[in-house]
């Protein structure tokens, strides 16, 4: 039976654990007695677990894609077809609401955006945003393991930085990566950090409960943490600080791979420290908070408020836990954080939390952006430049490893940004020919593409709902938040001739 399961298509695998995983909001429904949301999903989950079977002896033997193709194929699928069949028992669930925005919503959540059409308060049961919550939380394991085992090997989604890096740890690195066939290395890395990725997320839950949040909102609230998705019942509604400080500890499992996993190279003690995902990421949860903070308090001398020093620190603990939330691409809003505004009559730019989703979080983890690890070989690239307008014939430092990560590092970092730049450029085009606005039209953009939904609700003047969107660009939005998951040069690689040759 196993060795069946493992020779079926990777795209078939994720049917069949998304029809198991709907029995869990049936049960739920069940037991809060919504009964026809238990019925819907109950039935589609009966149903789609037969056709996995019917579908899983109807291809048993023959063997699926193992290459890396069928792989990258299969995920592609996943965020696109896969919607489909999670969409199903969301429309049955909620009366008028047409396919189309149950697919876009299921999109979202496994895409680990969390735009939502349904935000107005009470629309959906409870049930229901545990299933979004659990969608997204599966997406985020999904790109956990397919980020090792899918996309490193084919030196895509930041691996292509870390790759120039040819020392004889790098080496062991990259040929136990390459191990084996694709499917053979999804096996492997979802039996590591499957695991790994529920007990923290049955940590955190434990510890929000314990801070006094609902059973449901704090189970919803720690899948939308790891997942990095968002997603929140009835939208976000800070639980306080003590539970903000959880999750603020736990989002740094978005800010580096190396924070759940070492790479499986001996390391020296402390190198999370050095890590520079980890260290940049330090930098900008430091520095923007204290910019906020400087701007608020020249701010409040003029409502002579600067002397509220409760206020003071108020507003910078806000700052930083919304720095960190928006750079992970999670986009929880800090309980202080609106203070700010009212103690010294000045708003947050919104141009901030734009440019933090722009830049994301870690290679290999559930943030979206660009990543860290690429702005830092950029940003090594740039200083050693400096350095040699002053000093022409001086010799880099760091070493071999740090003169690759300055050159062919940064080479391709920026080819990646490039492309980045001219993505966001198109679609903002097109969304703009679908009647938004100029400045609605770059924050949608920038939310989508950074898979950071709730960007839309702060990053501009004023609100953007995504159900006020028109269905055209929805279409683009949905099309952009799977772009921005799987990333350009995932796609681009498909057409690639080498992929395809046998």
Sequence with gaps: MVARLKSLPFLLL???????????????????????????FFYSGLVFSMLFLLLAVAVSGRGGDRRARGQLLGLLGALTLLPVMLAVPFHESVPGASFFACWFEMVSSITTTGASLFSEPGRLPSALHLWRAMVGWMGGLLFWVSALAILAPLNLGGFEVVSTDMTAAGRAALRERRAGDAGMRLRRYGARLAPVYAGLTLALWAILVMTGLAPLEGAIIAMSTLSTSGIAPGGWQSPGVLPEIAIFVFLFFAVSRLTFRNDFITRERGYLLRDPEIRLALVLVLAIPGFLFLRHWLGAIETNEQENLGRALAAFWGAMFTTLSFLTTTGFEGSTFEQARFWSGLPTPGLVLM????????????????????IYALYKHGTREMGRLVHPSSVGGAGSSGRRLRREGAFVAWIFFMLFAMTIGAIWAALALTGLRFTEAAVITVAALSTNGPLAAVGGQNAIAWRELNTAAQVIVAATMVLGRLELLAIIALFNRDVWRG
């Design 355 to 374: 440019g933090l989703s722009i830049i994301g979080g870690g290679v290999a983890t559930t943030a979206g952006g660009v990543k860290l690890l690429r």
């Design 14 to 40: 994720l049917q069949g654990i998304g029809a198991v995983a709907m029995f869990v909001p049936a049960i739920y429904a069940f037991q809060v007695r919504s009964l026809h949301v238990s019925r819907s």
